[in-house]
């Protein structure tokens, strides 16, 4: 079939031929745009955790170091901890949320320690304690920090 000179626009099949060439440059840059919003995601969680690791760590640490004796267990929403230090006894109950946070309450005070956190568990061994922050976000890794060194000896 000639066209004649009159005769304009597209045969279907051309139009086809488009309409698939479009639909694989689309699904090719719609794939590109989903790995990198996936490898964003991806690295947001794993700040978070850090953040939620680095913030627990600060105010744990000091009174671990400070702690008359460091109870062991794990610290979650349904169990607190409570640790007492000083000459003028100060008492400091950590606890989790129910939105993940870690709450550090001193002397009846709450204060939001660290965000993203879903559980703190403490263990001694000797004079050296080791400290497992679990993270909230999905997929992230525990970090765990030793504390050592006590000024007072061991715990």
Do not use: H, K, W
């Amino acid at each position: 079939m000639t066209r004649t000179a009159r005769q304009q626009g597209y045969t279907i099949v051309e139009a086809l031929i488009v309409i698939t060439i479009l639909s694989i440059v689309t699904l090719v840059m719609a794939s590109t745009f989903l790995v990198g919003v996936r490898a964003i995601s991806n690295e947001a969680r794993i700040i978070a955790a850090d953040n939620a690791s680095s913030d627990a760590s600060l105010s744990l640490v000091r009174d671990l170091n400070s702690a008359v004796t460091v109870p062991v267990g794990t610290i979650n929403g349904a169990t607190p901890m409570t640790l007492t230090y000083g000459s003028t006894p100060v008492t400091v109950v950590y606890s989790v949320d129910a939105n993940s946070n870690l709450i550090r309450t001193l002397n009846g005070s709450a204060q939001v320690a660290a965000r993203g956190v879903t559980s703190v568990t403490i263990a001694v061994t000797a004079c050296y304690a080791t400290v497992t922050i679990q993270p909230s976000a999905v997929g992230a890794t525990a970090s765990t920090l030793n504390v050592s060194n006590r000024p007072g000896g061991c715990f």
